[in-house]
């Protein structure tokens, strides 16, 4: 793939049917998306799970952006979360047999699921109170979304600086 320099998501307007209140939520995770399948796109799939320095591996990353979204964004339509779900995140880190490809087409369609759900958000919803895990933590739609674009973004972090310390 060639790269080719581009303003950063939010510089780029607005994303198609996305609610204008959404937009940063959407730009962040676009972002995440495009930046993680750049810094990826050579690396060495024997290092995938490589942990050094007290890192978290960049397999742990990928999975966990990805888990991150779909669980902050099941809270955000008011659903608990669902077997499956827990036992993505049960093994997030442990599962060293998922490949970079497997890892990325998984965020990559997250994203695209998160987008939608975006798109069908209703600004009317944005500060109903949603509850997080078993403790039933109260948030709003909009924290949830807000937590997942902001948490996405601090995996980025780390995984750019686990990549190159690898």
């Known amino acids: ?31 995440v998306r495009a930046e993680v399948n750049i810094l990826m796109e050579d690396f060495p799939e024997a290092k995938l799970w490589l942990r050094i320095a007290g890192l978290a591996s960049p397999g742990f990353h990928l999975q966990h952006i990805r888990g991150v979204i779909d669980r902050l964004f099941t809270y955000a339509r008011g659903e608990a979360l669902n077997e499956k779900q827990l036992e993505h995140l049960k093994e997030e880190g442990k599962n060293e047999t998922v490949s970079l490809q497997e890892l990325l087409a998984g965020l990559n369609a997250q994203v695209e699921r998160a987008l939608d759900q975006l798109g069908k958000t209703g600004p009317g919803v944005l500060t109903d109170i949603r509850y997080v895990g078993r403790k039933q933590i109260p948030t709003t739609v909009t924290g949830l979304f807000s937590h997942a674009a902001e948490h996405s973004m601090r995996h980025l972090g780390q995984l750019l600086v686990t990549i190159r310390v690898i």
């Open 1 to 31: 793939m060639q790269y080719i320099a581009q303003p950063e998501y939010w510089l780029r307007g607005p994303v198609d049917h996305v609610p204008v209140l959404l937009q940063p939520v959407a730009h962040a995770l676009l972002q």
